[in-house]
């Protein structure tokens, strides 16, 4: 077990630390009286500086290191995604543009065949006299077959 002893200083009044020995012994001072509020000329980043000390060397390396090899997958793995987000556009505007225009093309083809195809059997019809289509057991067969593009 261990002892301890206060020890009188010969020359008390010498040290700016030194005290009345009553004081020492019971203290009057509350704990409240202390003031743990930031000075005006002390900021937050002052105080995190000064736990420095607190957290050991090693310990310090450590959360460093992992630090910087998050920051640097971070880093790299956004390079990445934007490069392959630059390929995909890239790609899209290249191939998938003059494809959907070459379509849109096709389409309208398409719509104007299927118009003039309509017109002509109109005007067969007007030509026939015969104001209705024929049966469809009658002999009659349609004069032509709609054309139908490559790939449809």
Known sequence: MVKVEIV???EGHGSPYASPSSSRTSSTE???SVSSELSADETVYDRLTALIDIIPPT???TIASKAS???SFVKKTGRVLGNVVWIVTTSALLVGLPLALS???EAKIVAQEKELM??????QQMMAGSSYPPAPG???QPAQ????PPGF
């Open 103 to 105: 379509l849109e093309d």
């Open 69 to 71: 090899k998050t920051a």
């Open 59 to 61: 310990t310090r390396h």
């Open 138 to 140: 009658s002999s009659q």
């Open 8 to 10: 009188e200083d010969k």
């Open 30 to 32: 509350s704990l409240s």
């Open 118 to 123: 309509a017109q002509q059997q109109g005007a």
């Open 145 to 148: 077959r709609a054309v139908v």
